[in-house]
T-cell receptor, first 114, second 112 residues
Framework: DGGITQSPKYLFRKEGQNVTLSCEQNLNHDAMYWYRQDPGQGLRLIYYSQIVNDFQKGDIAEGYSVSREKKESFPLTVTSAQKNPTAFYLC?????????????FGQGTRLTVV | QQQVKQSPQSLIVQKGGISIINCAYE??????FPWYQQFPGKGPALLIAIRPDVSEKKEGRFTISFNKSAKQFSLHIMDSQPGDSATYFCAASSWTGNQFYFGTGTSLTVIP
């Protein structure tokens, strides 16, 4: 089945530790996105990539890093510089074409700092 | 700055009633307006979407009404069911960009 796979579903991080969230898609989409979801704040854009080897900061990029070495993969690293990382993280992808705009989401990763 | 403003934050509706969620935007470059439905612990899924060349789009019990001059659009859920209880997000995207701007979400509870 085509879709977006995020792993792990739950992740626990100790203070001062970097962790990486995985996002893989087999939809042949050019554009990929990372969002952070907190209660009452909706979805806030962390990073997005429109093409391999290129990505842009979103509204809340501080403390996060990404790479886009393959079209299918867009991993997100939550660094120790992110002071409040506990949240639900969502990865999404879209074709990137103006006429076909639908964004597909993964099932999310819940990150908790312990 | 919130590009898309959504209201209400929460909504309680009786089974069989009509649920209405409203969104407003300022950027006239937006040309695609989707609504997403999200159940707890899951990722959002596209429910219905509209482009500004039409004023209304209906899919089953779900209807988007779009007012281009007022820069507002709304989701109507007819004959609301307990299974519709979820969080709903409106969003907007422009012809020239690939970013999606989301509203803050509406938590809908349909009471049996």
């Amino acid at each position: 089945d085509g879709g977006i796979t995020q792993s792990p579903k739950y992740l626990f991080r100790k203070e001062g530790q970097n962790v990486t969230l995985s996002c893989e898609q087999n939809l042949n989409h050019d554009a990929m996105y990372w969002y952070r979801q907190d209660p009452g704040q909706g979805l806030r854009l962390i990073y997005y990539s429109q093409i391999v080897n290129d990505f842009q900061k979103g509204d809340i990029a501080e403390g996060y890093s990404v790479s886009r070495e393959k079209k299918e993969s867009f991993p997100l690293t939550v660094t120790s510089a992110q002071k409040n990382p506990t949240a639900f993280y969502l990865c999404a992808s879209s074709t990137g074409q103006a006429k076909i705009k639908e964004a597909f989401f993964g099932q999310g990763t819940r990150l908790t700092v312990v | 700055q919130q590009q898309v403003k959504q209201s209400p934050q929460s909504l309680i509706v009786q089974k069989g009633g009509i649920s209405i969620i409203n969104c407003a935007y300022e950027n006239t470059a937006f040309d695609y307006f989707p609504w997403y439905q999200q159940f707890p612990g899951k990722g959002p899924a596209l429910l219905i979407a509209i482009r500004p060349d039409v004023s209304e789009k209906k899919e089953g019990r779900f209807t988007i009404s779009f007012n281009k001059s007022a820069k507002q659009f709304s989701l109507h859920i007819m004959d609301s069911q307990p299974g519709d209880s979820a969080t709903y997000f409106c969003a907007a995207s422009s012809w020239t960009g690939n970013q999606f701007y989301f509203g803050t979400g509406t938590s809908l509870t349909v009471i049996p």
